[in-house]
């Protein structure tokens, strides 16, 4: 099979990426670096270093390369850099993807995966709550209005062009080589800077006490097992990924500060503009076809593990 994936220099791209080649695909990686790094992709792997908002390179690549499946992961990925800049977020998140869609049914690809957000496509999940793939689509951000127009440009296209696609919309994804300097990326952020012996901060809202936000966090591993699932099935069609179940922001400090063993200077701030509070999705449509979902205790182990490798004094 051969797989073209954008964003594959990411953080979850390079996953996907690492774990395909052990499948024996035959891969190309387009990604414009602005986030991803050039050592996440591995030997073997044919790379274009262009950006998807160059619609003429793009096509080029394609006419050269010829992939049978394209797995889009690339994305302008922070919600606050969307909440600044909604106009570069958009060139990116809904131009560029539209560049990927067009080549993908110009040049015949056979099924297309598109990297879609469960985390910030719903709004608000009342507690007690579980989003399922029918719960309406609700944007808080200009990052999640792309990605929601994202999914509507997908339909028109499977229905004109005949595109086969699948949308899996992936809860809060974490796990070794998640960047630690961005804005989002709780546990890589907590994993880097109590490794460091950092204070952190907990963003919470007053009416949630000091216990900060609410998530669902999936392991990186397992975004990729099912990505594999929906390559090799052609799933069709919108799947959370997810575990289901919700932690606060306080829980998951607590679990990794008990697995490196540290007690780092905590501090609480305000929630910042564009974060929800409460979000959990509701796996159940997913399961049916994979249940293997890493611990959440196991998965911080292997992240800590990484995060010590490479960030450990
Ligand atoms: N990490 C999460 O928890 C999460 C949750 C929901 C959805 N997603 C989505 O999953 C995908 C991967 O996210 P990630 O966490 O790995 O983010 P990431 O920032 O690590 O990876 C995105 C990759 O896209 C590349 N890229 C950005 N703009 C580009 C452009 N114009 N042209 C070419 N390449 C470009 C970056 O260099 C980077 O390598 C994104 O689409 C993101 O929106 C992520």
């Not at 390559?231 to 179940?245: A, E, I, P």
Request: glycine share 8%.
């Amino acid at each position: 099979m051969r797989l073209l994936i954008t964003g594959g220099a990411g953080f979850i791209g390079s996953h996907i990426v690492e774990e395909e080649l052990k499948r024996g695909t035959e891969i190309a990686v387009v990604d414009n670096l602005s986030a991803g790094k050039r050592e996440n992709i591995p030997e073997g792997v044919d790379f274009y270093e262009i950006d998807i908002c160059n619609r003429d390179e793009l096509f080029r690549v394609f006419a050269e390369w010829k992939p049978e499946v394209v797995s889009h992961q690339a994305a302008q990925a922070s919600v606050s850099v969307s909440m600044k800049e909604p106009a570069v977020d958009a060139m990116v998140n809904v131009v560029g993807t539209l560049h990927v869609l067009e080549a993908s049914v110009y040049y015949g690809v056979q099924h297309f995966i598109f990297a879609s957000t469960g985390g910030a496509i719903y709004g608000e999940v009342p507690e007690g709550s579980k989003a399922t793939e029918e719960w309406p689509v609700n944007p808080k951000s200009p990052y999640a209005v792309a990605k929601a127009s994202v999914e509507m440009y997908l339909k028109i296209f499977g229905d004109v062009h005949g595109l086969s696609y699948t949308i899996l919309r992936y809860a809060n994804v974490y796990g070794p080589r998640q960047d630690p300097y961005g804005e989002a990326g709780v546990v890589a952020i907590f994993c880097q800077r109590i490794l460091s012996e950092l204070p952190v901060t907990v963003y919470a809202r007053r009416t949630r006490g000091d216990k900060g936000c609410i998530r669902d966090y999936v392991y990186v591993k397992d975004v990729d097992k099912v990505h594999s699932l929906c390559l090799r099935k052609r799933l069709r069609g919108v799947y959370n990924v997810s575990t289901g179940q919700g932690r606060t922001t306080t829980e998951v400090l607590e679990t990794i500060c008990s697995v490196i063993g540290a007690r780092p200077i905590v501090s609480f701030d305000n929630q910042r503009p564009g974060d929800l509070e409460v979000s959990i999705l509701d796996n159940t449509r997913i399961s049916r076809f994979f249940d293997g979902w890493t611990d959440f205790q196991r998965g911080i182990e292997k992240t800590v593990e990484w995060f010590s490798r490479n960030y450990g004094s």
